[in-house]
Antibody, heavy 125, light 108 residues
Framework: QLQLQESGPGLVKPSETLSLICTVS??????????WGWIRQPPGKGLEWIGS???????YYSPSLKSRVTMSVDTSKNQFSLKLSSVTAADTAVYYC?????????????????WGQGTLVTLSS | SSELTHDPAVSVALGQTVRITCQGD??????ASWYQQKPGQAPVLVIY???NRPSGIPDRFSGSSSGNTASLTITGAQAEDEADYYC???????????FGGGTKLTVL
């Protein structure tokens, strides 16, 4: 059974870079035609797609975050990562990683599944 | 602002049928996927594509689409269905993904 687990600092200082890792278990990150996505949810608010990455390094980023987002993949560790630079209080959120079916047969019918449990990142000086 | 819009809140009597809708121009070209999120938990995929349920999702959940509107229907709502529901699809450009603002479902 495929499982994803986010990890990283729970506190980040304003203007610094938020860094998170998603570890995939029960399957290989470089198998199949899946992308791997990051989604966040500010406290009490809705879901926001941040971006998705293929194991080759091909990426899609949200236009609203593109200037600050970098995603990468480490197939040897079965992990993918998120870096968000110049963070502000508005970046305080629970960050989720998820498998993203978006290409091939999923082009018109994509989905995110499964999701990690999420990790809360708070901005604090 | 989201390119996909939901009614913020919907209620349904226990055992009755409820439809949760999501509207957006991109839904004329792309199917929506639907996610259930209970307090303190990660979202769970409940419907994707034309009307597909992942393994383990009860068959009381179904999906449909017409024009710019995607719908999630729960036939015979149960107390455990009380949750927030989000739709997701490509945006109008087709190059990015967006979530709707979510609908809070209350089961009375």
């Amino acid at each position: 059974q495929l499982q994803l687990q986010e990890s990283g600092p729970g506190l980040v200082k304003p203007s610094e870079t938020l860094s998170l890792i998603c570890t995939v278990s029960g399957g290989f990150i470089n198998s199949g035609s899946y992308y791997w996505g990051w989604i966040r949810q500010p406290p009490g608010k809705g879901l926001e797609w941040i971006g998705s990455i293929y194991y080759t390094g091909s990426t899609y980023y949200s236009p609203s975050l593109k200037s600050r987002v970098t995603m990468s993949v480490d197939t040897s560790k079965n992990q993918f990562s998120l870096k968000l630079s110049s963070v502000t209080a508005a970046d305080t959120a629970v960050y989720y990683c998820a498998r993203h079916c978006t290409g091939g047969n999923c082009y018109t019918r994509g989905w995110f599944d499964p999701w990690g449990q999420g990790t809360l990142v708070t901005l604090s000086s | 602002s989201s390119e996909l819009t939901h009614d913020p809140a919907v209620s349904v009597a226990l055992g009755q049928t409820v439809r949760i809708t999501c509207q957006g121009d991109s839904l004329r070209s792309y199917y929506a996927s639907w996610y259930q999120q209970k307090p303190g938990q990660a979202p769970v995929l409940v419907i994707y594509g034309k009307n597909n349920r992942p393994s383990g999702i009860p068959d009381r959940f179904s999906g449909s689409s017409s024009g710019n509107t995607a719908s999630l229907t729960i036939t015979g709502a149960q107390a455990e269905d009380e949750a927030d529901y989000y739709c997701n699809s490509r945006d109008s450009s087709g190059n990015h993904w967006v979530f709707g603002g979510g609908t809070k479902l209350t089961v009375l």
